[in-house]
């Protein structure tokens, strides 16, 4: 079985400061690992993704993550938040020993709101 | 939200009726899935389909089904046996076990 946790529903953060949003996940084997965002009434946005390589991922819009495969976490981060990043953020994990294309399993979502 | 379009945007169902959720997508991939997703909540499951004429439940698949006639088209009809349907719809595609990429939603509100 595989499982993500979101532990934050909300994150508020200033404009400028740092901005981090936690997941922590459980798989069975190696994971796949992905961020999306969603604004109000839209689909789910790919932010990024870890495969395998390097443990710090970059994505779009200045986001990055660590996977940290001792703590099984996946924190998305940015340095700098912008007020335009206030959204809705998932979370995902596959399985990577999974033959099934189905098997993806996402968080509860985290609300961030960047304060101006 | 990429090559892929839901339709409608807006769906309102009456008590006893079937209706229909369009989903296209032109990335030739070979999976697609429909995710339900309530407020507060993550995406939960409905069905997905790993190749045409093909198609599998996913967690919540009572009360919803679905047609794969089509590489490009995975429908999704919202059956009355759906006794709570007002929910955002996604539908999404992808190919293998890389990343799936999401529609623009349809809104199912009951009248």
């Known amino acids: 079985a595989q499982s993500v946790a979101q532990p934050e529903d909300q994150v508020n953060v200033a404009e400028g400061n740092p901005l981090t949003v936690k997941c922590t996940y459980s798989?069975?084997?190696?994971?796949?690992l992905f961020w999306y965002v969603q604004y109000p009434n839209r689909g789910l946005q790919f932010l990024l993704k870890?495969?395998?390589?390097?443990?710090l991922v970059k994505g779009s819009y200045g986001f990055e993550a660590e996977f940290n495969k001792s703590q099984t976490s996946f924190h998305l981060k940015k340095p700098s938040a912008l007020v335009s990043d206030s959204a809705l953020y998932f979370c995902?994990?596959?399985?990577?020993?999974?033959?099934?294309?189905?098997?993806?399993?996402f968080g509860s979502g985290t609300q961030l709101t960047v304060l101006p | 939200d990429g090559g892929i379009t839901q339709s409608p945007k807006y769906l309102f169902r009456k008590e006893g009726q079937n209706v229909t959720l369009s989903c296209e997508q032109n990335?030739?991939?070979?999976?697609m899935y429909w995710y339900r997703q309530d407020p507060g909540q993550g995406l939960r499951l409905i069905y997905y389909?790993?190749?045409?004429?093909?198609?599998q439940k996913g967690d919540i698949a009572e009360g919803y089904s679905v047609s794969r006639e089509k590489k490009e088209s995975f429908p999704l009809t919202v059956t009355s046996a759906q006794k709570n349907p007002t929910a955002f719809y996604l539908c999404?595609?992808?190919?293998?076990?890389?990343?799936?990429?999401f529609g623009p939603g349809t809104r199912l509100l009951v009248l």
């Open positions: 999404a595609s992808g190919q293998g076990a890389e990343t799936q990429y």
């Open positions: 798989v069975s084997g190696n994971p796949y």
């Open positions: 870890y495969i395998t390589g390097d443990n």
């Open positions: 995902a994990v596959r399985d990577r020993s999974s033959g099934s294309a189905r098997q993806l399993t």
């Open positions: 990335l030739n991939h070979d999976a």
């Open positions: 389909s790993q190749i045409v004429n093909d198609f």
